[in-house]
Every structure is written in C-alpha cells, then in structure tokens.
T-cell receptor, first 115, second 113 residues
Framework: NAGVMQNPRHLVRRRGQEARLRCSPMKGHSHVYWYRQLPEEGLKFMVYLQKENIIDESGMPKERFSAEFPKEGPSILRIQQVVRGDSAAYFC?????????????FGAGSRLTVL | AQSVTQLGSHVSVSEGALVLLRCNYSSSVPPYLFWYVQYPNQGLQLLLKYTSAATLVKGINGFEAEFKKSETSFHLTKPSAHMSDAAEYFCAVRETGANNLFFGTGTRLTVIP
C-alpha cells in the first residue's frame, strides 16, 4: 500500500512560468490537504479538498494559486506566473474521512525553486 | 485563534541524554495536539497525538509528551537520545471542528556522539 505520492520531487521554474504539483493520496483516502513550507518556517495550511470539491481554501493566496482534486487522477496544485517568493516545499497530506485531520499522512513533498 | 510556539529553533543533546523539546499552544477551545518528525528531504511522520484521552501520550521511537492544560504545554521528551533522532520536530494544533493543522516553526534536534 503506497503512501502519499507527490511529483515532481524537485521542480525548477523561471519567473513567470507555471508550476504544477501533483499528489496521489493513499489508497482509500478521499481527503487531500496542501501545505507550504517556506525556508526556516513551519508548514502553513493552503487548501483542503475532497473529490471534485474545495472544502477550505482559506490559506490559498488570492491570486495565481489554484487547486483541484478531480474525480479521477491526482490532486493538482497549480501556480501561475511564479515569482521567487513561491520557492518552497509543498507538502500534500491525505486522510480517510472528514474527521481524519487527526490521522494525516504526508507525502515527501515537492520542492519548487524559482530562478 | 490558535497558535503554536516552539521554544528553541535548535536543540543539541549528547547521545544518551534526555531530549526535551518544548511546545506551548494557545487555543480558544480544547485542542488536539500533535508532534511530527521530519527527516531531511522527507515528509512529516506522526510521532504522537493527544486527542483528549490520557494526558501522557506515548508515541513511536520511545518519544512521549504530556498535555498540561494549566501550562498550555505539550512538551516532547525521550529519556535517552539516539543518533537516529537527529531531525526536525514540529508541534501542531488542531481545534475541534477545524479542517487543518496549525504548525509551529519547528525545532532542529542535533545529537552529539
């Protein structure tokens, strides 16, 4: 039973390009969370999704960032027109149910570097 | 509003010595509390969690933490440090009904041979 799979593990983009980060939750998990970790900081919540629904996006920047979790396929975090400040590690976590934020399983993260 | 404070961004201990990593929280309601460990270039792994049962929580790898409501603390301890414990440790809080965890800024533990 594979854990939470994130790809790419490392992504380099130039300013103005788009970044797409993918997350496949654990088998049987239908809830996905995205967190961002800036250098020397803790993880900051971005968005919580269930299949085809955004439940809580209170941590998402208002512009350039979007997330989806389609009926089929992985969850995708999309960053348009990246800037240097977007350089960070982006972690995805999944849980089996609505009360499952107590049992989050994290992926290994995607590290974005913006040149 | 919830927040988490981890005192000491870096802690060094000798191998075999006591590990004590501090975490204080503020929350308007009794929260759920967590400790996660992150090894280099890896994701976070749950060490232990407090969910309003026993106040002394035992986790993996010999770690434990005690919930002290009067002190709003949830410090992480291990009696004897091992070299493999070197990592970054994060305390996190989740308020009842909240969708997400709120993390502290982390404490990097170094174990000296």
């Amino acid at each position: 039973n594979a854990g939470v799979m994130q790809n790419p593990r490392h992504l380099v983009r130039r300013r103005g390009q788009e970044a797409r980060l993918r997350c496949s939750p654990m088998k049987g998990h239908s809830h996905v969370y995205w967190y961002r970790q800036l250098p020397e900081e803790g993880l900051k919540f971005m968005v919580y999704l269930q299949k085809e629904n955004i439940i809580d996006e209170s941590g998402m920047p208002k512009e350039r960032f979007s997330a989806e979790f389609p009926k089929e396929g992985p969850s995708i975090l999309r960053i348009q027109q990246v800037v240097r400040g977007d350089s960070a590690a982006y972690f995805c976590a999944s849980s089996p149910s609505v009360s499952g934020a107590n049992v989050l399983t994290f992926g290994a993260g995607s590290r974005l570097t913006v040149l | 509003a919830q927040s988490v404070t981890q005192l000491g961004s870096h802690v060094s201990v000798s191998e075999g010595a006591l590990v004590l990593l501090r975490c204080n929280y503020s929350s308007s309601v009794p929260p759920y509390l967590f400790w996660y460990v992150q090894y280099p270039n890896q994701g976070l792994q749950l060490l232990l969690k407090y969910t309003s049962a026993a106040t002394l929580v035992k986790g993996i790898n010999g770690f434990e933490a005690e919930f002290k409501k009067s002190e709003t603390s949830f410090h992480l301890t291990k009696p004897s440090a091992h070299m493999s414990d070197a990592a970054e440790y994060f305390c996190a809080v989740r308020e009842t009904g909240a969708n997400n965890l709120f993390f502290g800024t982390g404490t990097r533990l170094t174990v000296i041979p």
